[in-house]
């Protein structure tokens, strides 16, 4: 097994009816807070179908960040969205794909390689 530094984690809670409401109906002040695509405080991931609004952290953070974190995101989420309570049980982290594993997974047909020519003998290969 070999731990990947490189990637980034993601924090957050999925996205129910009264959340997406509750954002689309967000006061413009507050809409930074997820709206720009490289936000320091919340973005909107994708997960399937379902939508997931939460932090992009590094990886290897320390255990007492954790619940820091946690925090943060229920905190602007409360701000965001005072009518809509979510449980701090409700923040999950998944790590964030790369962008061959999002190809994969999308399912984006992967290019064949072109078959090399054989060099088995003297004859010549018409490829």
Known sequence: MELDKGRQLFFGCKIDSKLREALAQAKPG???YFEDADSQFLQICAFGEERWI???????????????IQRNILSILRRIAPDVRKASSTVKIFPILGESEV???????????EPEPSSNGPYIADY
Do not use: F, N, S, Y
């Open 103 to 113: 190809a994969e997974v999308i399912g984006e047909p992967e290019e064949e390689p």
């Open 54 to 68: 939460g932090k992009v952290v590094k990886c290897g953070l320390g255990v007492t960040e954790v619940e820091d």
């Open 30 to 32: 507050d809409r930074h």
